[in-house]
Nanobody, 123 residues
Framework: QVQLVESGGGLVQAGGSLRLSCAAS????????MGWFRQAPGKEREFVAA????????YYTDSVKGRFTISRDNAKNMVYLQMNSLKPEDTAVYYCTARRLVIARNHRDNPYWGQGTQVTVSS
C-alpha cells in the first residue's frame, strides 16, 4: 500500500524552528527519491527540498538554502525536514512526496503525496 503521512507542523514565531516528519510505507521508501513541497493559500504548490536516497543527491529551493535540511532514516522509512530561522513567508501546508529516482520540481510530475501538515510562522 502506498502511504505517506506527515507530522510535526504547528505555530511558531519568526526565527524559531520546527522539524517535519514523513512516515513512508516501505514500498515507497526503498525505491524512491523523497522530497518536500509546500503550498501557501492562493499559491501553487512549490518545491522545497529533495533527497534522492541512494544517489546521494540533495537539493533545495533557493529561498530555504542554509535554513532547511532534509534527511532520511532508511531503517525507519522516515524523511525529515528540519526548518530553522523560520520566516512568515514559510507559512504553508507542507507535503511529503515520492518519485522514482529523482523528485521533479513540478509537483504534477510526482505521483505520491501525503495529506500535508500546516506550518504557520507568526511575525
Amino acid at each position: 500500500q502506498v502511504q505517506l503521512v506527515e507530522s510535526g507542523g504547528g505555530l511558531v514565531q519568526a526565527g524559531g524552528s520546527l522539524r517535519l516528519s514523513c512516515a513512508a510505507s516501505r514500498s515507497i521508501f526503498s525505491s524512491n527519491a523523497m522530497g518536500w513541497f509546500r503550498q501557501a493559500p492562493g499559491k501553487e504548490r512549490e518545491f522545497v527540498a529533495a533527497d534522492s536516497g541512494s544517489k546521494g543527491v540533495i537539493y533545495y529551493t533557493d529561498s530555504v538554502k542554509g535554513r532547511f535540511t532534509i534527511s532520511r532514516d532508511n531503517a525507519k522509512n522516515m524523511v525529515y525536514l528540519q526548518m530553522n530561522s523560520l520566516k512568515p513567508e514559510d507559512t504553508a501546508v507542507y507535503y511529503c512526496t515520492a518519485r522514482r529516482l529523482v523528485i521533479a520540481r513540478n509537483h504534477r510530475d510526482n505521483p505520491y503525496w501525503g495529506q500535508g501538515t500546516q506550518v504557520t510562522v507568526s511575525s
